[in-house]
């Protein structure tokens, strides 16, 4: 017997009343002329016609559905708009499924009973929604993710790039190795931000003779703490002894080279007596274009050959 037959038998006994009592299903009442036999299965039939009805709207949505979860298994790289498209037709799938089961609570009330057919379609909307609900996650994943990137390459930007202006205090270079104008090969390790740095042409707009320390300091902002950033100036600091500190020496910084710097604690790594400098480059890829970077010491720089 197929499913279809199963489902319209279920529905015929619930619509005619069977299961009341046994002098109703024997005609030992005047119900059974009130209601004939074939306009309970006529009524039936429509019932099941509302049933399959719901049952293609719930399909429809979870084929689509399976279609995006695909997009996002195969795609590491979708872009915010893309996710955001998905997330609207996510939100439609929620609607479209409520619509689905208010359909399905109108069936339910019609027949004045629930039945397995009734409770199947239930449990497909159920399974559905699950899904839904499980991409969703994926797409605010995905969307978070997204915004961390940029975020952090907003971060860095903002790290590499500077107003130019410096402490007031700062003597500049008499005789640096590299004039203001000039050009030169950056040959820094910074580990930070060493990839948008090492190998781009360089150009000096300015150079002064100082202590270059790196430190390490946990942001005032949050996040993992920094370690070894390369390079915080002694005029960058707080009321600091006579130059150079040693390290493990505790310091607060004035220095706003990136977010959650300024104003914190942190402490000496390293000190460099040397001339530091200010850069204009744009990193090797083309791609990042940044000016009055802080600092550069004279042995992270090259001739240009």
């Known amino acids: 017997m197929s499913k279809k037959i199963i489902k319209l038998a279920a529905l015929s006994l619930v619509a005619t009343g069977l299961a009341f009592s046994a002098g109703q299903v024997f005609g030992e009442t005047d119900d059974s002329k009130t209601h004939p036999p074939n306009e309970d ?31 996002l298994e195969n795609s590491d790289d979708l872009t915010e708009e893309e996710i955001q498209t998905y997330h609207n037709d996510v939100d439609s799938f929620q609607n479209r499924l409520d619509a689905a089961e208010n ?56 790290h590499l790039t500077s107003s130019g202006e410096v402490p007031d205090n700062l003597k500049e270079a008499e005789n640096p190795a590299y004039e203001v104008g000039s050009e030169a090969i950056i040959e820094a390790e910074h580990s930070d931000e060493g990839y948008l740095m090492r190998g781009a042409e360089a150009t000096i707009v300015g150079a002064y003779d100082t202590t ?44 706003s080279h990136m977010v959650g710097m300024y104003n914190t ?34 042995k992270e720089l090259a001739l240009v050959e």
């Open 41 to 71: 299965i006529h009524e039936s039939s429509k019932i099941e016609k509302r049933l399959e009805k719901v049952e293609k709207k719930t399909e429809s949505v979870q084929s689509v559905l399976e279609e995006i979860k695909a997009s």
């Open 103 to 158: 359909h399905l609570d109108a069936v339910t009330k019609k027949l004045g009973e629930s039945s397995p057919s009734v409770e199947e379609t239930k449990a497909l909307i159920d399974d559905v929604r699950a899904n839904v609900s499980q991409v969703d996650e994926t797409l605010e994943s995905n969307l978070e993710e997204e915004n961390n990137e940029e975020n952090e390459d907003a971060r860095m930007h903002e």
């Open 212 to 255: 270059a320390y790196s430190v390490s300091f946990t942001p005032k902002t949050g996040g993992e703490p920094v370690e070894n950033h390369k390079w915080v100036i002694h005029e960058e600091l707080e009321e600091p002894d006579e130059a150079p500190l040693q390290p493990e020496s505790e310091v607060t910084l004035k220095a």
């Open 265 to 298: 604690k942190a402490t000496i790594d390293s000190a460099e007596e040397t001339t530091v400098y200010m850069i204009n480059f744009t990193s090797p890829s083309g791609e990042e274009k940044v000016e009055n970077h802080k600092w550069v010491i004279e």
